[in-house]
């Protein structure tokens, strides 16, 4: 009698969690760029904190190189189109780059959280103690326990078979059930979830810190909106954290794209936000150059239509002249007004001075001609 073999999806994560993570690689590199652009420009040495945040987009870096390795050996794909001898590498690759997504997640917190302990005093300090304490010792408590997420046994079962498509719907019950982690992915669920409620509690901080600090209040506001963006972070540790319990799942190396993708987001987004306070000042020099700048232009434009008015005022002025004096007005008062209002451009540097633009005895009208007349 035939087995009827179920039709069996050949879709694959793969694609999609390669440009996802080198998207987020690429825009945290551009922020942590300009960020360390910025400490430089101004003179001012690197600090701890950003050495920190190197490191964590160097992990980072180091998960998108291995992910993509890896998708080419076939992660992301379904567990029964891959062959049997790469289950085992892949599985190992997995882990690695697991390993690598908590280091980064763990240094970016780290990174952040030393830029306010540089900024806090009293309590606030202690809380950002902790945080960095806590933190750290969760996700290190972390890493062994994450090198033992991909269920070995189940993966290496399929090197046993020739035919993996039909034995795959023949294995025993116990044999498909995954190596038993199920308080490994409640701690990995626990800890994201907390580190998201740390990217939270670090992300209020400076609300306390800025409000303390002389300055106008839509400058306060503006510089603790800044520093308040790792509430992003926050939000994707908790949607990575939805994810973990994937790392159960039947087919691991299909199911756990979205949790790599959203380890990734949130080293990435982290980076992000440890950035914006820094890149403010960037921004706000900007504008202010981009405003002197619109300044100027404006004032030449002011200028030159200025000086056009009164070369007009004065040629007009000068081309009546003639016409009063042909006239032989007595009209002292016409003349002068109309010689000085051609004094507002300055004297021509040659003698060679056209004959309708003399006055009586061949003067030029100049400020002094004005006193020549009233004289």
Not at 47 to 76: C, E, H, K, P, R
Request: charged fraction near 15%; aromatic fraction near 10%; charge should be positive.
């Amino acid at each position: 009698m035939d087995v009827e073999v179920p039709q069996l999806s050949h879709d694959s994560n793969g694609p999609w969690m390669v440009w996802s993570s080198w998207a987020l690689t690429g825009l945290s590199s551009a922020f942590l760029t300009l960020r360390c652009y910025c400490r430089t420009s101004r003179n001012q040495a690197l600090w701890w904190d950003d050495y920190v945040l190197i490191l964590a987009w160097m992990m980072l870096l180091a998960s998108a190189v291995m992910v993509t390795y890896n998708v080419s050996q076939g992660f992301g794909q379904h567990i029964y189109n891959v062959g049997p001898e790469k289950l085992p590498m892949i599985g190992l690759l997995a882990q690695v780059d697991l390993v690598l997504e908590v280091l980064g997640v763990a240094w970016s917190k780290t990174s952040w959280a030393i830029t306010l302990l540089h900024l806090s005093r009293d309590l606030l300090r202690h809380v950002v103690i902790f945080i960095i304490i806590t933190i750290n010792l969760f996700l290190a408590i972390s890493i062994p326990k994450t090198l033992g997420t991909i269920p070995k046994r189940r993966l290496l079962a399929f090197t046993d078979r020739s035919d993996i498509r039909y034995n795959l719907w023949r294995y025993d019950a116990s044999l498909m059930q995954p190596t038993p982690y199920p308080v490994v992915c409640s701690y990995l669920t626990s800890i994201s979830a907390y580190s998201g409620a740390m990217d939270i509690t670090l992300a209020l901080l400076p609300w306390f810190l800025i409000m303390k600090v002389h300055m106008r209040l839509t400058e306060r506001i503006g510089v603790a909106v800044a520093m308040s963006c790792g509430i992003f972070a926050g939000a994707t540790a908790f949607v990575k954290s939805s994810y973990v319990l994937n790392l159960e799942s039947k087919d691991p190396i299909y199911d756990t794209a979205p949790l790599v993708v959203w380890g990734h987001a949130e080293i990435a987004v982290t980076i992000i936000a440890a950035s914006i306070p820094v890149l403010r000042v960037l921004i706000k020099d900007a504008s202010k150059s981009f405003r002197s700048s619109r300044q100027r232009t404006n004032s030449q434009a002011n200028t030159a239509s200025y000086n056009k008015s009164v070369s007009t005022n004065r040629g007009t002025s000068l081309r009546r002249l003639p016409n009063l004096l042909s006239k032989g007005t007595t009209d002292l008062s016409s003349v002068t007004t109309t010689i000085c209002t051609a004094t507002l451009v300055d004297r021509p540097h040659n003698n060679s001075i056209n004959d309708n633009y003399k006055s009586y005895d061949g003067a030029y009208p100049d400020a002094l001609t004005c006193s020549w007349f009233e004289s």
